[in-house]
């Protein structure tokens, strides 16, 4: 054999007197650009406080606007009766109208707010049991989860299954939560993912083809507050207005903490390659890239309203999301006439 050939493959023995096994290299180990990946899979926490003083100012805001809208109001109904008493009832009927509407919204936003505080609150338990160690605790946050899901007619076949799968002996509570995951969230995962995925190739497209700056922040925003919502409505939650700014905040705060907003130059190189990367227009890479933060915000919404942390079920990964996405911006980009 000369000294230029490549050497075959050969089978050899690890306990053989001929075998020597090499120490372990010192040579550097090679630093990842972007956020580490414990940063990446950090559990979402608790949603971001009001400070006393913010809760301070909206409060007086609140009442000093309360109380102009209800005196513009009385001089209103005043000065009906003033010109037609029958005008002054229809005012006061209108009135009465408004008000009672408002109680109304008002009730269906605190019912809204009361879903997602469950859900942040089942699954701040659960992480907590599954840290601890807790089977009791966790057997109870298994039954929660089942009764929390009770309104939800995609879960039904997967309770009929958890019900089935408790009744057939004796089974630890952290198995429970494993059971419940698996044949009640694991379903509302992959539609939530579908939802990630369809959201994020329809950002790619609109932006990469539009003409106007405007309209992709447009569509960005559009299709960002309506992912976030569906989201919600999927795991139970259905925000309502005030709930849904609420629920947006959550999940740009958990964002920032978790670095996903910086990940997205990183993601990209490893998508398309830097080579490619250099090579798309600045149109299609700002294509490539809106989608790629479109799968981030809703893989972020889906660790925030999800009740239950992961436990054995696969994270949705932005590569396995956004591939299909990319390859189709570049096929309207490359289809797109030249200017």
Do not use: C
């Amino acid at each position: 054999m000369t000294k230029n050939s490549p050497q075959r493959p050969q089978a050899f023995r690890l306990d053989a007197e001929d075998v020597e096994i090499a120490p372990p290299s010192d040579a550097p180990v090679p630093v990842r650009s972007g956020p580490p990946v414990e940063a990446q899979l950090a559990p979402p926490g608790p949603p971001p406080k009001t400070g006393f003083w913010v809760k301070l100012f909206w409060t007086g805001l609140g009442g000093i606007v309360s109380l102009a809208f209800g005196m513009a109001v009385s001089r209103l109904v005043d000065d009906l009766f003033a010109r037609a008493e029958w005008l002054g009832w229809i005012g006061v009927a209108a009135v009465a109208l408004f008000l009672l509407a408002g109680l109304v919204l008002a009730g269906r936003e605190m019912l809204a707010l009361r879903r997602l505080r469950r859900l942040d609150d089942l699954r701040l338990r659960a992480d907590k049991a599954l840290v601890d160690k807790d089977d009791r605790a966790a057997a109870a946050i298994a039954a929660d989860i089942v009764t929390a899901m009770a309104g939800n007619a995609r879960t039904a076949k997967g309770r009929a299954a958890v019900a089935l799968a408790f009744s057939d002996g004796v089974i630890d509570g952290l198995q429970r939560l494993r059971i419940v995951e698996r044949e009640i969230i694991e379903p509302l995962d992959r539609e939530a993912t579908r939802l990630v995925a369809e959201a994020a190739r329809r950002v790619s497209v609109v932006t990469a083809i539009s003409p106007r700056a405007a309209l992709d922040l447009a569509v960005v925003f559009g299709t960002a507050m309506q992912l976030i919502r569906r989201i919600a409505e999927l795991y139970g939650g259905r925000p309502g207005t005030f709930g849904l700014f609420k629920l947006v905040r959550h999940v740009l705060a958990h964002m920032a903490l978790t670095g996903g907003m910086a990940a997205g130059d990183t993601i990209l190189d490893q998508l398309v390659g830097h080579g490619l990367a250099a090579k798309l227009s600045a149109k299609l890479g700002e294509g490539v890239l809106n989608g790629l933060l479109t799968a981030r915000l809703g893989i972020t919404a889906i660790a925030v309203t999800r009740p239950l942390p992961y436990i054995g079920a696969p994270r949705p990964d932005v590569r396995d999301l956004v591939g299909d996405a990319i390859t189709l911006t570049r096929q309207n980009g490359d289809a797109r006439p030249a200017a």
